[in-house]
T-cell receptor, first 112, second 117 residues
Framework: QKEVEQNSGPLSVPEGAIASLNCTYSDRGSQSFFWYRQYSGKSPELIMSIYSNGDKEDGRFTAQLNKASQYVSLLIRDSQPSDSATYLCAVGPLRNDYKLSFGAGTTVTVRA | GAGVSQSPSNKVTEKGKDVELRCDPISGHTALYWYRQSLGQGLEFLIYFQGNSAPDKSGLPSDRFSAERTGGSVSTLTIQRTQQEDSAVYLC???????????????FGPGTRLTVT
């Protein structure tokens, strides 16, 4: 079982719609959770971090964390063509939480 | 302010040669990390520095890989006797430190694309 799993893409959504990205993790004691956006040929860019159960909103992005279910998600509201990218879920384990484990990523395409 | 910088942006080398990759972290960030991203392997952790020391080298793939950091700032990742399977994008990230632990948010540099022919 992979440490971090993301729903397989690609995910295609129309402009203005909500894109929903999911991520599950295997280390039950994980404490830190991140979403990175990576444009083709570029490096990952941190867009959200979440540490406590519940929702965290930042602009058009909402991260949701449920530690009991070992599940973290990212919602992108009012999707724009500029949101077209690969989104990486990263999880910091209980021990050595600097050592992030990354999912394989979900590629999102926003159709104009 | 300035972000993480890496050089070179691209490096093409022949199999068997040594290469050095450089990372300059965000000013004030004392924790520094090297990752590797390749097709089919995703993003994998290589090594972590706190100041000039490397408490965790567990991700280095073989003894051909080494890294150092001097002055608590610039880091160099060296790959000796490069092999074709070393071809990948090498990413550096940095984070602040609070007390003895790194603050969790890691910020990535633009990466070095290494191609071994």
């Amino acid at each position: 079982q992979k440490e971090v799993e993301q729903n397989s893409g690609p995910l295609s959504v129309p402009e203005g719609a909500i894109a929903s990205l999911n991520c599950t993790y295997s280390d039950r004691g994980s404490q830190s959770f991140f979403w990175y956006r990576q444009y083709s040929g570029k490096s990952p860019e941190l867009i959200m971090s979440i540490y406590s159960n519940g929702d965290k909103e930042d602009g058009r992005f909402t991260a949701q964390l449920n530690k009991a279910s070992q599940y973290v998600s990212l919602l992108i509201r009012d999707s724009q063509p500029s949101d077209s990218a690969t989104y990486l879920c990263a999880v910091g384990p209980l021990r050595n939480d600097y050592k992030l484990s990354f999912g394989a990523g979900t590629t999102v395409t926003v159709r104009a | 302010g300035a972000g993480v910088s890496q050089s070179p942006s691209n490096k093409v080398t022949e199999k068997g040669k040594d290469v050095e990759l450089r990372c300059d972290p965000i000013s004030g960030h004392t924790a520094l990390y090297w990752y590797r991203q390749s097709l089919g392997q995703g993003l994998e952790f290589l090594i972590y520095f706190q100041g000039n020391s490397a408490p965790d080298k567990s991700g280095l793939p073989s003894d051909r890989f080494s890294a150092e950091r001097t002055g608590g700032s610039v880091s160099t990742l060296t790959i000796q006797r490069t092999q074709q399977e070393d071809s990948a994008v090498y990413l550096c990230a940095s984070s602040m430190t609070a007390g003895s632990s790194p603050v969790r948010e890691q910020y990535f540099g633009p990466g070095t694309r290494l191609t071994v022919t």
